[in-house]
């Protein structure tokens, strides 16, 4: 079964008047792992494509996509596969790979039909692509590493780049993730942008001791968030990211927890979210105490 939704492209500015359920309407893709289905969300950033695979104990086969415009999906588009499940075959232009728990595959414009199989939880991320590649599994030994952080400042982690110059050569998508270390919560502080990028972002918890952020790129645009997080976890995570804030505010300043709390969509926009962080300051014996309403 495939579901298909389409997302527009919003201004920087319009963005910055939506509520809480206009952001998450416009920038979070919800229920993309469904067993037996294929879910795309076709994006008028670039014409990228994000979306996720489960056959479950079938066989899914994605092909015709009415929003690409061409026959067969990737005629002239180039994807990107992370197995984020356990081992599974993806099948496409008369080959099939077996995918582990964390490799990634890489398939050229032209590969026609790609077929899923076995227990595997298949991310997919596609681009426009003018030039053709050879399809390529990069497994995570074969993965260009980069060890960052520290566990004192609770951003241990390693930055493994599969669709890479360093690694292989693509038309326009870089895929990669981020695996967090045991005990480390995060990894873009300070946050920031990529004016030449456009990179959804994806969370994915493997085990109790490790949880990874996936992220692809396409060259070209201001860089624009997509999380697919479900509802029920951006609600149940929303006292601990609360919690965190109280604690980055005294060792970051304000700006540094605004910016951080907007991006786990905590807040509706930068004005409340600014007003909510000043009822988190400690009150003087001047100022009473606050009330801690939630947005």
Sequence with gaps: MLNVVTRYAIHAEHAKGMDTDALRENFLAESLFVEGEINLVY????????????????VLTLDHVDQAG???FLDRREMGVVNIGDAGTVSAGGETWS??????????????PVTFEGAGRYYLASTPAHRNFPSRLITIDEAEKMSLGSSETSNQRTINQFIHPLVMESCQLVMGYTALEVGSVWNTMPAHTHD????????STWTRTLASSISWVSRRRPATWFSPMSKRRSRRHGPFIRRRARRIIPLF???VATTWTTRTWISSSPA????????????????????????
């Design 272 to 295: 409340k979210c600014g007003k909510w962080l000043e009822s988190l300051r400690k009150p003087t014996a001047r100022e009473g105490k606050h009330e801690h309403k939630p947005i």
């Design 43 to 58: 994006t008028h950033y670039d014409r990228m494509v994000l979306g996720g695979a489960v056959p479950g104990s079938g």
């Design 70 to 72: 061409t026959p067969s």
């Design 196 to 203: 030449g990028a456009w990179r959804p972002i994806s969370t």
């Design 99 to 112: 995918l582990n728990r964390g490799d990634v595959l890489y398939l050229g414009s032209g590969s026609g």
């Design 253 to 255: 300043g304000p700006w």
